[in-house]
Nanobody, 121 residues
């Protein structure tokens, strides 16, 4: 079981920046993929960015060139630096992890509780 705790959300004006953090803990063999998703009111949850153990990254087109995902494997932490924020970035942001319980075992998906990001115009 993996517990994910996010922090860093809040209210910011358009054009501003925020940095989200997510710390993973619990009982697992290895965390494979870490990522950030978001869900705006009335919309489906969508991928924002994810990062592999070797720090390969993937971003949604809507956040490319503005957001940067990174991870510190020693601290079991993933970050999302959000720059040039727009009102349409307003959403609940969820941390996600894919982790295995044993060597060569299947990967399971885990979610954090979410943190609100609100961008005012």
């Amino acid at each position: 079981q993996v517990q994910l705790v996010e922090s860093g959300g809040g209210l910011v004006q358009a054009g501003g920046s925020l940095r989200l953090s997510c710390v993973a803990s619990g009982s697992y063999f290895r965390i494979m993929l870490l990522g950030w998703y978001r869900q705006a009111p009335g919309k489906q949850r969508e991928l924002v960015a994810h990062i592999t153990t070797s720090s390969s990254t993937n971003y949604a087109d809507s956040v490319k060139e503005r957001f940067i995902i990174s991870r510190d494997n020693a601290k079991n932490t993933v970050y999302l630096q959000m720059n040039s924020l727009k009102p349409e970035d307003t959403a609940v942001y969820y941390c996600a992890a894919q982790a295995t319980k044993r060597q060569n075992g299947p990967a399971y998906q885990y979610w954090g509780q979410g943190t609100q990001v609100t961008v005012s115009s």
